[in-house]
């Protein structure tokens, strides 16, 4: 079993960053991957960004290229998603998500067995 929560979200204008948080506990092999994804009502759940390979590895949605960056530190068992640039498209409920392995691409959510309950973003313009 794993275990996700997330924090850091919030309210910002468009231009500003906020970084946001998932610790982690539990199996370690079930948190091979780890992602962040986002989700708007009566959209579909997007991926965003994943981590994996220890560390040595990350994917992005070419909607936040070069914007945001995940990353993790392993004494804490948390992965972090700093947020830069924001707009106000990025608004959305954000979710961290967990996997042991990847049978589609990683940016897939049908591959991620473990969910955090989300942290608000709101950006204004």
């Known amino acids: 079993q794993v275990q996700l929560v997330e924090s850091g979200g919030g309210s910002v204008q468009a231009g500003g960053s906020l970084r946001l948080s998932c610790a982690a506990s539990g199996s370690t092999y079930s948190r091979r991957f780890m992602g962040w994804f986002r989700q708007v009502p009566g959209k579909e759940r997007e991926g965003v960004a994943v981590i994996y390979n220890g560390g040595y590895s990350t994917v992005y949605a070419s909607s936040v290229k070069g914007r945001f960056t995940i990353s993790q530190d392993n004494a804490k068992n948390t992965v972090y998603l700093q947020m830069n640039s924001l707009k106000p498209e990025d608004t959305a409920m954000y979710y961290c998500?967990?996997?042991?392995?990847?049978?589609?691409?990683?940016?897939?959510?049908?591959?991620?067995?473990?969910w955090g309950q989300g942290t608000q973003v709101t950006v204004s313009s």
């Open positions: 998500a967990a996997a042991s392995t990847i049978s589609t691409a990683p940016l897939y959510d049908d591959n991620y067995d473990y």
